[in-house]
């Protein structure tokens, strides 16, 4: 890679993880296309891991007090998460994932849609109780499919109209495990050499610059300008979705 | 903990002091020092059963591990915790402890043992002029500015023929037989553990200390308050660089070698963070917690797992387990609960 192609890539980076940093979304679906312009997917997937892990265990730090409240839904989340990404690894092998793509990137324009519909409107504690180990499963098999889980944790957290520190956490805490399953299951295929790790590690450099610039902006924004950066980062994430899906 | 309130009389004036009995502090609050008392012999004795342990050189190896971990993650704790200056740089205090002591050793031949304490002191004077340069920043500043400190030391002594470059210097080992190799490591690493601790321990009950979390809670409240902020931040850093760099200095020795990649990684630092964080950053025996606790699980998780990538995914999930569990680390979310056992109540 060129100088210019790496500081291009790294800025990529930057863009991506103060998304992340703002809302608890976005870095990797910014960060991943740009570097895989150059390197190619698989390299690209298991270079942005590294920065990936290391922000969302960062976001789950700084938001940690939110935690004891949102614990309820993220704990049959994340173990029903387990099970799904065994079976999203089952269909990565088996069904063409443009099929899947499509298919979440229109609920997610349709969740987008509903929620300007009604924006005051969101799930009752009942309900969401009873959708958090579907919401995770579904996470699950998106992220071993196609190794992303943004779609659903994000659009069924958000439901929830949480205050920010607690949707950062719930989000972030998903991510990092499920990234870790990532970064063990490529470590264990050969998916990790010297470069690649270094190059990891130089990718952390952006994040854990424009992360704490991003946390601090994040907390500046009002309740209602926070709701709009995360769909606008989910909006984003549908409209790839469905391009990937129909190109 | 006996909260010092200001007493108001009912007219407004200062109540007339009364000339009690000084008592005695109730029941677990004693106990506290015995059980502590009772885990330090028992650290001390360790050694002493050599025919009882099967793994005696793993287990006194882990031991001496666990011991620099809790001292260097104290040491953080006392500018990271007390303070809130969160610095990803301390593993460079490490090396200077490490690089001092081991020089030494390589060129003049003098033991680590003797020396250790002149890295200290050499991470200290390190310390307090980085902490004079990069104390000018807070927040997100602050953090970069330590790791441009950790980039900027690794340059250094990789490209530094004196120190060895970037293949390091070879220690000449300890010449003892190999089966009591080990313990003058882990009695010296106890020591640091010890006077790492009994340093936050102290830091935490004085007037430092009270200044220290008062510049944590609001820099710009202390510093109207009459708190020296920017003597007292730069003491801190300073003083947080002392038994980091003592326990570099043995644990270069211990290993027999000294290298940059050894010590000048963010990964170290990281550690310390984290092990502060999830025991309790701010707190006494938060950090001493949090080291005993990773170490555990990392150990656990390869006896149980073996060296394989799966362990990647037990630490992840104990890790995010302590944070959905123990939002503000063990000790803090214990003492919130009003949970805490009287023998780790040391604020």
């Not at chain 1, 173990?79 to 298919?103: E, F, H, P, Q, Y």
């Not at chain 1, 979440?104 to 005051?120: D, H, K």
């Not at chain 2, 200062?14 to 059980?35: D, L, N, S, T």
Request: hydrophobic share 55%; net charge positive.
């Amino acid at each position: 890679m060129e100088v210019g192609e790496i500081l291009l890539v790294l800025a990529a980076v930057a863009v991506g993880f103060f998304a992340k940093g703002v809302t608890g979304l976005g870095g990797p679906p910014l960060a991943i296309p740009v570097l895989a312009s150059f390197m190619g997917v698989e390299y690209a997937v298991a270079v942005i891991a590294i920065p990936a892990a290391l922000a969302n265990f960062w976001l789950m730090i700084e938001n940690r007090s939110a935690a004891s409240d949102i614990r309820w839904f993220l704990v049959p989340m994340m173990a029903t998460g387990v099970v799904g990404t065994l079976l999203g690894v089952w269909l990565l092998l088996n069904i063409d994932d443009r099929i899947m793509s499509v298919l979440l990137g229109v609920f997610m324009l349709l969740y987008i849609i509903w929620y300007f519909l009604n924006p005051e409107r969101k799930i009752d504690n009942r309900t969401a109780r009873r959708l958090a180990a579907p919401a995770g499963f579904g996470a699950g098999v998106l992220a071993g499919a196609t190794g992303i889980s943004a779609p659903v944790v994000g659009t069924y957290v958000h439901s929830l109209r949480l205050a920010r520190s607690g949707f950062v956490f719930a989000v972030a805490a998903p991510f990092f495990f499920l990234g870790l399953m990532q970064i063990a299951s490529l470590a264990a295929l050969g998916g990790y050499d010297q470069a690649r790790v270094t190059a990891g590690i130089i990718a952390c450099i952006p994040v854990v610059v424009v992360t704490p610039i991003a946390m601090r902006v994040g907390r500046r924004l009002s309740v209602q300008a926070f709701q709009y950066a995360v769909l606008v980062v989910l909006g984003i994430a549908a409209v790839r979705l469905l391009w990937s899906g129909l190109a | 903990m006996i909260e010092d309130r200001a007493a108001v009389g009912p007219d407004g004036s200062a109540p007339e002091p009364e000339h009690k009995e000084v008592q005695r502090p109730p029941g677990p609050a004693r106990y506290r020092w015995y059980v502590l008392a009772a885990v330090v012999v028992a650290l001390l004795a360790l050694p002493l059963f050599r025919p009882m342990i099967s793994s005696y050189n793993y287990v006194l190896t882990i031991g001496a591990l666990v011991l620099m971990w809790v001292a260097m993650s104290s040491s953080w704790n006392i500018l990271g915790g007390f303070a809130g200056y969160i610095s990803l740089g301390h593993s460079v205090f490490m090396g200077v402890g490490g690089y001092v002591a081991g020089v030494l050793l390589y060129y003049h031949g003098v033991s680590p043992f003797l020396t250790a304490p002149l890295g200290g002191l050499v991470a200290v004077a390190i310390g307090f002029l980085a902490g004079f340069i990069t104390l000018r920043t807070r927040g997100p500043a602050f953090i970069i500015s330590t790791i441009a400190l950790l980039f900027m030391f690794l340059l250094m002594t990789d490209n530094f023929e004196y120190l060895g470059g970037a293949a390091g210097l070879p220690l000449p080992p300890l010449e003892l037989s190999q089966e009591w190799l080990r313990v003058p490591f882990y009695y010296a690493m106890l020591l640091i553990a010890m006077g790492a601790v009994w340093t936050a321990y102290r830091v935490a009950h004085s007037k430092f200390g009270m200044g220290l979390r008062a510049i944590a809670e609001d820099e710009v409240k202390a510093e109207v308050a009459g708190v020296p902020t920017r003597l007292y931040k730069i003491s801190a850093f300073a003083m947080s660089a002392f038994w980091v760099g003592v326990a570099g200095a043995i644990y270069g020795y211990s290993i027999a070698f000294i290298r940059p990649t050894v010590f000048f990684t963010i990964a170290i630092s990281a550690q310390m963070v984290l092990m502060a964080i999830i025991g309790g950053k701010g707190t006494v025996a938060g950090p001493v917690v949090g080291a005993v606790l990773i170490y555990a699980i990392n150990e656990l998780s390869l006896v149980f797992f073996g060296a394989t990538e799966f362990n990647i995914v037990i630490q992840g999930t104990m890790l995010v387990a302590v944070l959905l569990f123990f939002p503000l680390g063990v000790v803090g979310t214990l003492r919130k609960m009003n949970r805490l056992p009287a023998f780790l109540n040391w604020d």
